[in-house]
Nanobody, 126 residues
């Protein structure tokens, strides 16, 4: 099991920016090929936002393309999500996750990600 800890959430106005950080607190992250960010609002299913594979290839949900950027620092075992031009509909709890599948195989499907952080809240006001 890999333990993940997110931080960086907060409240911003529409058009603002936030950067989320996910630290690998313990476990063998090198056994995990794909890391990603997901989000969830009350009453809705958790959805994939962005993923990054060990080769650096990235994938984004259509709703965040051009606004969000996922990045990884392999030395610090840290995952980032830079969120720009935030919209009220981006309001959600954001989770960091890791999978032993490659990102193309995991395809942002929640059940293929066994490791999760506790989440960090992002609130965007209009």
């Amino acid at each position: 099991q890999v333990r993940l800890v997110e931080s960086g959430g907060g409240s911003v106005q529409a058009g603002g920016s936030l950067r989320l950080t996910c630290v690998v607190a313990s476990g063998d992250i090198y056994s995990r090929r794909c890391m990603g960010w997901f989000r969830q609002t009350p009453g809705r299913e958790r959805e994939g936002v962005a993923t990054i594979d060990t080769d650096g290839s990235t994938s984004y949900a259509d709703s965040v393309k051009g606004r969000f950027t996922i990045a990884k620092d392999n030395v610090k075992d840290t995952l980032y999500l830079q969120m720009n031009s935030l919209k009220p509909e981006d309001t959600a709890m954001y989770y960091c996750a890791a999978s032993h599948f490659s990102c193309p195989a995991a395809t942002m499907v929640v059940r293929y990600f066994p490791d999760w952080g506790q989440g960090t809240q992002v609130t965007v006001s209009s």
